[in-house]
């Protein structure tokens, strides 16, 4: 392809899915930071996978480039047990404002069939037979994923000083 | 950390609103990655790299080998190809035909040699043999 061709497909797409984008990174990562390194990650992977984002399963390319670079950007973020360096919560912010952001954490770290399942059912708050169209299975599957994703974090945050209130 | 409450979380994260900053980073990132985009490219063929491939081509070709002029036949300094082997190996003296008229020669040693004196020589030989 071209690349005037190319930079004129970017622009199309970039219009397309900058609001989702924006959305969900926003809400996957909850700081201004990490959102600004991540939605520069999502640009960079829609430019390299244009041909893969013309196609029908242009949808589910989406989350999996939003999901990709929020992981990126909370691996780059995460100290060598993986774990994030976070700091107790201003007395203005909300008070779980740090159980919010391990969680975020963990479903960076999640695989990636889960992690889309569990952002696309509690973050996008779609239903199963969505999902089910996005991630291009069963909806049993969709449903499996769903719970997998939360045994998983369940487990994960188990470790984590959390307390049960 | 029971299921109820992990929902609750992920149900707060979903709903957690988009500020208006948000907007205006992506916006602000999108900016920056075209405008990236947008930069020249360099392209490989380009009219600049062309003539000066060209033009080191023309030098090397004047400055170069064949731009002096051949060298012309000169007959005093010319040495004429000569065979390292020997004509003579081809004449009656040479090296095998030596060999034969060598061999056809009455031997010194098979002329004086008799079975006494080979005899004693190999008794004397025992001899010292044994005193070692």
Known sequence: MRYAKRLELFEKLKDNYAGYLTSTLWKLTGNSDLFAEAIQYAYLAIWINLEKLTGPQAGAYIYRIALSANSKVWRSRAGKDNRMPFTKPAASEPVDEETLNMVRNEIAN????????????YIDQNDYRTIAQKLNCAEDTARSHVSKAIAALREKLAYSNISES | MNEEKL??????IGQTAVPPEAAR???????????????????????????????????????????????????????????????????????????AIAAMQPRPYAQSANFTNQLNAYKQYLKEKHYE
Not at chain 2, 7 to 12: F, M, P, T
């Open chain 1, 110 to 121: 999640l695989p990636e069939q889960q992690s889309m399942a569990v952002v696309m059912r």
């Open chain 2, 25 to 99: 980073i992506a916006e602000l990132a999108s900016r920056r990655f075209t405008a990236t985009l947008n930069l020249p490219q360099p392209r490989f063929f380009s009219p600049l790299r062309l003539l000066a491939a060209a033009a080191v081509i023309a030098v090397a070709f004047v400055a170069g080998r064949w731009s002096i002029p051949s060298p012309s036949f000169n007959t005093a300094t010319f040495t004429p190809a000569v065979s390292t082997r020997s004509p003579q190996l081809k004449n009656e003296n040479s090296f095998w035909q030596q060999k």
């Open chain 2, 7 to 12: 929902e609750r979380i992920l149900s707060k």
